[in-house]
Each structure stands twice: as structure tokens, then as C-alpha cells.
T-cell receptor
């Protein structure tokens, strides 16, 4: 298996633009997580899905952030409009029920909003 | 409200010696704990986990100890190797291995000198 695949790896955008981050989880995994890593707050959970259904979005910072999981093999995290304070590394992770609880992370998308 | 805390931002040890990374938590409902390792420009990778029904779990050079009364866990690496140099995150959850949300600490940068 190729692991969790995120795209793009790097994104530079101007303030006010829409940004879409993409994630393909590991096949067969029924949980998908979106995390954000910043120097100030470390790794924080934004939202997670179970069987494509959003379960907890309490970590989504503002209405400018939205996430979807239209099917078991694809998820998006959208920021509209983007702001400089959204600059961070965004990680997607997935987990299945038979992996002793371990979540597998993608390589992350480094977002810079200028 | 930081429920999982890693109070040491960094740790430096000599190759061959023991590395001890510490983590404290405040939420008594946490019942599953994990350690992740992260290299630059990569996503976190799972290292070792422990359920709250245990106080120790070993996997090769890595041992995690859990002290529930103190709400403290630690990761021991013996012997330490230069390749262990990375950022180490502890994480905690409720729901055992069927957890949804993982709460991470801020991370500890481990440097192992040859």
C-alpha cells in the first residue's frame, strides 16, 4: 500500500484565495483525520470522519474551513478565504480497526498564505 | 486547555545511552496512549502504544511506562542511536483502540550525538 497520500505537498497562495487540500487514505481504513501543525499550537485535530461521516469538527477554527469526504478514498479540506494565519502544515491521517489503534499519517501539505 | 503536555522541548543524549521522554496528561478519561516520531518534512509515524490497563509495553529498544495515578507516561529508548534523532509526540485518547480523537502533546526534539 502507498500509504496516506496528500496533495499538494506545498501550496503558496495569496490572502483571500481559496485553498483546497486533498487526501487519499489507506484503502480499507474507516477513520480519516485532518490535523494542523503550527509552532504555537503543535499538532491539533481539526476534524475527523468515520465511514465518510464527519464525527467531530470542534477543532475547525472558523467557518472559513470546511472538510468533505465524498467517498471512502478521498477527502478535501478547503479554506475560503485564506488568511496568513492559516499558514501551517496540514496532515491527513487514516486508521482502520485492526491496526492496534495506530493512525497512519500522510507527508503533509505545507501551506503558506502571503 | 492543554490536556497533554510534554514539558521538555528538547533532549540531547549520547549514542548508546538511554533517552527518556516524558509526557503528562490531565484528562482522567484517557485510556489509550501512543508515541509518534516525526522527521523533518515527513508525517508522524507510529512508534509504540499502551492501554491504560497496562503499566508497561516494550518493543525492541523502545519501552513505554504508564503511571495512571500520576497521569504520567514516559518513553525509554535504550540504547539511543543517531537515527533516533527526531521530534517525539505523545498522544492520548478515549475509547481504547477504537478511539476517534487523538490529543497530541507539543513534542520533544531528541538529538542523539555520535
Amino acid at each position: 500500500d502507498a500509504g496516506v497520500i496528500q496533495s499538494p505537498r506545498h501550496e503558496v497562495t495569496e490572502m483571500g484565495q481559496e485553498v483546497t487540500l486533498r487526501c487519499k487514505p489507506i484503502s480499507g481504513h474507516d477513520y480519516l483525520f485532518w490535523y494542523r501543525q503550527t509552532m504555537m499550537r503543535g499538532l491539533e485535530l481539526l476534524i475527523y470522519f468515520n465511514n465518510n461521516v464527519p464525527i467531530d469538527d470542534s477543532g475547525m477554527p472558523e467557518d472559513r474551513f470546511s472538510a468533505k469526504m465524498p467517498n471512502a478514498s478521498f477527502s478535501t479540506l478547503k479554506i475560503q478565504p485564506s488568511e496568513p494565519r492559516d499558514s501551517a502544515v496540514y496532515f491527513c491521517a487514516s486508521r482502520g480497526g485492526n491496526w492496534q489503534g495506530r493512525a497512519f499519517f500522510g507527508q503533509g501539505t505545507r501551506l503558506t498564505v502571503v | 486547555d492543554q490536556q497533554v503536555k510534554q514539558n521538555s522541548p528538547s533532549l540531547s543524549v549520547q549514542e548508546g545511552r538511554i533517552s527518556i521522554l516524558n509526557c503528562d496528561y490531565t484528562n482522567s478519561m484517557f485510556d489509550y496512549f501512543l508515541w509518534y516520531k516525526k522527521y523533518p518534512a515527513e508525517g508522524p509515524t507510529f512508534l509504540i502504544s499502551i492501554s491504560s490497563i497496562k503499566d508497561k509495553n516494550e518493543d525492541g529498544r523502545f519501552t513505554v511506562f504508564l503511571n495512571k495515578s500520576a497521569k504520567h507516561l514516559s518513553l525509554h529508548i535504550v540504547p539511543s542511536q543517531p537515527g533516533d534523532s527526531a521530534v517525539y509526540f505523545c498522544a492520548a485518547s478515549t475509547g481504547g483502540t477504537s478511539y476517534g480523537k487523538l490529543t497530541f502533546g507539543q513534542g520533544t526534539i531528541l538529538t542523539v550525538h555520535p
